[in-house]
T-cell receptor, first 113, second 112 residues
Framework: DAGVTQSPTHLIKTRGQQVTLRCSPKSGHDTVSWYQQALGQGPQFIFQYYEEEERQRGNFPDRFSGHQFPNYSSELNVNALLLGDSALYLC????????????FGPGTRLTVL | QKEVEQDPGPLSVPEGAIVSLNCTYSNSAFQYFMWYRQYSRKGPELLMYTYSSGNKEDGRFTAQVDKSSKYISLFIRDSQPSDSATYLCAMSPSGSARQLTFGSGTQLTVLP
């Protein structure tokens, strides 16, 4: 049973560029959440997707956007990258009936130069 | 003040010791409480999941929730070097809200 997968593993971008991160949820899961984890900090909630719609959003600017596809996979897009966007981006999946049991992928480490 | 406070450590213990990890929180709406383990450069791994107050045991791990004090704990018995990791507490309110609010994590090292 494959767990949550994310791609790419690492990414280096320069300020002002745009980036797209991808996530495939655990088998049987239909809900995907994205988190940002700065070094030495806990993950911070960005947004959550269910039934191809953004259901909930954390305190992140509109530069952060996402999408969920019919097969439940998801993308996170960040526009106009800032140095402060450098972080580990984590995707978590869950079943709609058990929304608080979220299983995380290995993350994508984004470095903005 | 952060909604969830967690002592960052680092915490070093000898192999076989009982480890106690704790978090406090300020949001009375939190009803679900989780503990995650995160190895270096990996994603968090769900260890324990509890609802409301009480204790839950799973092998060497015991999670405690005291909602009256807004205090949760994770105990690790017979700690092993493989338990060396960062431990994150997380919590969420009931209802349709599903975002997890995390503590900043406690770095644990179990010395052989």
């Amino acid at each position: 049973d494959a767990g949550v997968t994310q791609s790419p593993t690492h990414l280096i971008k320069t300020r002002g560029q745009q980036v797209t991160l991808r996530c495939s949820p655990k088998s049987g899961h239909d809900t995907v959440s994205w988190y940002q984890q700065a070094l030495g900090q806990g993950p911070q909630f960005i947004f959550q997707y269910y039934e191809e719609e953004e259901r909930q959003r954390g305190n992140f600017p509109d530069r952060f956007s996402g999408h969920q596809f019919p097969n439940y996979s998801s993308e996170l897009n960040v526009n106009a990258l800032l140095l402060g966007d450098s972080a580990l981006y984590l995707c978590a999946s869950s079943r709609s009936g058990r929304p608080n049991e979220q299983f995380f992928g290995p993350g994508t480490r984004l470095t903005v130069l | 003040q952060k909604e969830v406070e967690q002592d960052p450590g680092p915490l070093s213990v000898p192999e076989g010791a009982i480890v106690s990890l704790n978090c406090t929180y300020s949001n009375s709406a939190f009803q679900y409480f989780m503990w995650y383990r995160q190895y270096s450069r990996k994603g968090p791994e769900l260890l324990m999941y509890t609802y409301s107050s009480g204790n839950k045991e799973d092998g060497r791990f015991t999670a405690q929730v005291d909602k009256s004090s807004k205090y949760i704990s994770l105990f690790i018995r017979d700690s092993q070097p493989s338990d060396s990791a960062t431990y994150l507490c997380a919590m969420s309110p009931s209802g349709s809200a599903r975002q997890l609010t995390f503590g900043s994590g406690t770095q644990l090292t179990v010395l052989p």
